[in-house]
């Protein structure tokens, strides 16, 4: 039986018993919670690259985060959206979904969580950063009025978490030598590749760290699968685990006939926002990569999560350029992934909150309570 044919049964079954999984027993309250009704505020932020972040469709300097508080009862939870032009996301366009959000806001109880996470779908069918900025929120209100992390909450154990990568995006030979050195602590390099120079990244990365392994992600920069298939030949000859997003996400069959005729896996990116988006794409990659800022936030992280499981496909949590608010989010998810790609706060110098540790090549939350961060 295709994986397609009984996603019916088995991951849609897995999808809806996720919050049950999710969230075991609920701990004493920390506070005496009054009533529903929840107070909402923003604001924009400006994180600086460390270098200029090139990928195959973008360059960018700077990125202006937006990040939500939600707040209730003397408890305030911070959230955060990287808008992203790949989904039509702008700081403004976040800020007017909140905006379009605020009267749900007003008179959420926030121990429905679930409920309103469902709710918050229908206020705009897209701008999933600032729908995730609002569930981190909420999420990150949630642990602290229980006194608990959110991984906690969950029953799951950071310490499990995979080794990070660490990503270099596409630029000269000379600078990727730059940046490769500078990589020396992280144990995993992501290459960024679909521009006019595939090859000379990846031996350029090669002439540094020659044992290091590396992934690469084409962010759907190669048009054709026959162009495609032989930038994987060779990426496989040269000791890539595995490739990312390596057409445009509507060449799902293309993707299949590629995933057909090579020997690493294929992981998608821009192909997946939602679990709805997971079972037609369970014949043509081998994993997803779950971003909280495509997905909306950490519910549907959890549920993407199941159902990928369901299915059998390898789940990396990822990551746009966030500060440790996001990121700290992502690592509450990692003892049940595959592969993590948490490196957004590592990639600017001026993160405004602190509350993740780099250690040993891997992220680790803060055991406070909720996402466990706070202003710098």
């Not at 162009?227 to 490739?243: D, H, P, Q, R, S």
């Not at 789940?315 to 996001?326: D, H, K, L, T, W």
Request: charged residues 25%; aromatic residues 6%; neutral net charge.
């Amino acid at each position: 039986m295709k994986r397609r044919e009984f996603i019916g049964t088995l991951g849609v079954t897995a999808a809806a018993a996720s919050m049950a999984k999710a969230f075991p027993l609920i701990p004493k309250l920390k506070n005496k919670t009054t009533g529903s009704g929840m107070q909402v505020r923003y604001e924009v932020k400006t994180l600086n690259l460390r270098h200029t972040w090139t990928i195959s469709r973008n360059s960018s300097d700077v990125k202006n985060n937006v990040f939500v508080y939600l707040e209730k009862d003397g408890i305030t939870g911070i959230g955060e959206a990287a808008p992203n032009v790949r989904y039509d996301e702008t700081p403004e366009s976040t800020i007017a979904l909140i905006k379009k959000a605020t009267p749900l806001i007003e008179k959420l109880n926030p121990w429905e969580f679930a409920q309103f996470s469902l709710d918050l779908r229908e206020v705009d069918r897209g701008q999933t950063a600032g729908k995730c900025a609002i569930d981190l929120a909420l999420m990150d209100w949630v642990g602290k009025a229980l006194d608990v992390p959110l991984y906690k909450l969950w029953g799951l154990d950071p310490t499990k978490a995979p080794l990070t990568s660490f990503t270099i995006g596409i630029d000269t030979a000379e600078m990727v030598k730059q940046k490769t050195r500078e990589a020396e602590p992280y144990q995993i390099l992501k290459i960024k590749v679909g521009g006019p120079n595939d090859e000379e990244m990846i031996n350029t990365v090669r002439s540094v760290a020659p044992d290091k392994p590396i992934r690469v992600d084409a962010n759907e920069g190669w048009k054709d699968k026959e162009t495609a298939i032989k930038k994987i030949e060779w990426l496989a000859k040269n000791g890539v685990e595995f490739v990312e997003q390596p057409l445009p996400s509507v060449m799902l069959e293309e993707t299949r006939w590629i995933r057909d005729r090579i020997d690493i896996p294929l992981i998608a990116d821009e192909a997946v926002k939602t679990a709805s988006d997971i079972p037609k794409l369970a014949e043509a990659f081998d994993g997803i990569n779950i971003k909280l800022m495509k997905a909306g936030g950490l519910q549907e992280a959890l549920r993407m999560i199941w159902l990928a499981k369901s299915l059998g496909l390898k789940i990396m949590v990822g990551c746009m350029i966030e500060s440790s608010v996001a990121i700290a989010a992502g690592a509450q998810l990692c003892s049940l992934i595959d592969y993590a790609d948490l490196d957004g706060n590592l990639l600017i110098s001026n993160d405004p909150f602190k509350g993740v540790t780099f250690k040993d090549g891997r992220q680790y939350t803060s055991a406070k309570p909720g996402l466990g961060v706070e202003p710098v």
